[in-house]
């Protein structure tokens, strides 16, 4: 599979009816009770949305969540409904440049709790170990490295901020969010496919050190897994054979993003700076990898970003 050499879309589609554009997906109406999504080549990172795009990128996080959803399909309900342009309805169909980057879905009320699973110490639960010897109100054992292993995944949920940063809650105060039902039901599902998950990508030589899941309910109260499915967008995928306890190991994930604005003086305020050619190319080449790793297919971007 390859794509083209510009990133997609630099607005939204001239049909349908757009119902939300996100940092990176665009949500249409697509019928009752139905909705297109469509995941451009948009990038974010500090919560700005990035220039330029990186081409491609959007068809991985389709063609991964996809893969996903299907993999796991016996843990818990999924959204999708179609993964085939021809089968959309119109004016979706006729509709080429969707090719491998859009699906119809069910629409369902999404649950305002961002589902975080971490099996390692890293990123923001490091940070907030290293202050408190805890993460989400969760003790966990004394003298614990960066990137170490964690005795057992832990449930970590965060807001669901429209605006401005996530931050992480205890679970008591997502059943005083959502009620004690719903919460115990968001960190079951979610440990189970995290756990589910992680096992099959270690075979695979890579480790999901954590993820983030959302979920949403349907017209009769069901639980449905939504939006995306383990990606590099939503997950911090390492190689397996380069992992080292007590640093942060190299990864196949939007953290290669983050790292260069962390060193690039930029005061993560807007504007962005500009995401120079090797970054590009080298966020590609990682995207690529962790989805040939994880699916054994390939996929392939134009040289040079």
Known sequence: MSFPERPYPPEPLPSGTLVRRGKVRDVYAAGPGRLLLVASDRISAFDVVLSPGIPGTGVVLTQLSNFWFDELRDVTAHHLVSTARPSFPPPFD????????AVVARAVRIVPIECVVRGYLIGSGWKEYQARGAVCGIALPPALHLADRLPAPIFTP??????????NISFDEVVGRVGGE??????????????????FAEERGVIIADTKFEFGVDEDGALVWADE????????????????????PPSFDKQ??????ETSGWDKQRPAPQLPAQVIA???????????????????FPRGG
Request: aromatic content about 10%; hydrophobic content about 30%; glycine content about 8%.
């Open 229 to 248: 499915a383990l990606t590099p967008d939503s997950s911090r995928f390492w190689p397996r054979s380069e992992y080292r306890a007590g640093s942060n």
């Open 256 to 261: 290669f993003v983050r790292d260069y604005l």
């Open 282 to 300: 080298g966020t590609q080449a990682r995207y690529a990898e962790a989805y040939r790793r994880l699916t054994g297919k390939e996929i392939h």
């Open 94 to 101: 006729g509709l080429a440049e969707l090719d491998g980057r």
């Open 158 to 167: 965060s807001t669901k901020a429209e605006v401005g940063h996530d931050e």
């Open 182 to 199: 719903t919460a115990e039901r968001l960190r079951d599902v979610s440990l189970r496919l995290y756990t589910r998950a992680a096992e």
